[in-house]
């Protein structure tokens, strides 16, 4: 019998066991890590949640600091003049001033830029507040209430406002309650302010 000589006995098995630890153990260490892993999409998905959070306070904060935003009722409601008054007897606005010019020829119609400032429609049945203080005469209130209006004015009672005879907009012509396509809203009743 002959026997095998030490260089030619060759484990074949234990070589390719070796070869293909070395070569995972390489592919492990050439492989980049993803850019995003799990656990830091996690992590910039909180950072941007907290981001939006924390800049939403600062914005509900920073409106009610008298920036000249108007973001709630409240804030209007804290501007309107005499705010107590008006909270009592009618409802904070906004008023708008413009002017419009038309010329005939060419007709072309003009528009200034608005101005705004707070102010106040009074209920139609507070008008008495005005007229106690001698701000609007009995004919002033006699001439509104025959057009079924109402008063509004800006600046305060006590320094000279100015007062308006106003018409409260019918309901049925609001373009935003009658949308098509937004559904069947309810008209509101032309209720008198």
Known sequence: MKRKSKSSSYDYDRDFDSYSTQDANQKRKTAKPGLLSTTSIAV?????????????????????????????????????????????????????????????????????????????????????????????????????KNRMNTFAYTGGLESSPQIDCIYQNDAAKNMFLNEPGIGNIAKPENERF
């Not at 998905?45 to 108007?70: E, R």
């Not at 608005?114 to 002033?140: A, D, F, M, Y």
Request: with cysteine; charged share 15%; glycine share 10%.
């Open 44 to 144: 910039l998905l909180g950072v941007l949640i907290l981001g939006i959070g924390i800049g939403m306070g600062f914005s509900s904060v920073a409106s009610t600091g008298g920036t000249g935003k108007i973001v709630t009722v409240s804030d209007l409601d804290s501007r309107a003049p005499n705010p107590e008054l008006c909270a009592q007897f009618g409802a904070s606005a906004i008023a708008m001033d413009t002017r419009v010019f038309v010329t005939l020829n060419p007709m072309n119609v003009y528009v200034s830029q608005p101005t705004s400032r707070p102010g106040c429609v009074l209920r139609s049945n507070n008008w008495s507040i005005l007229e106690q203080r001698g701000l609007v005469k009995s004919e002033q209130v006699r001439d509104c």
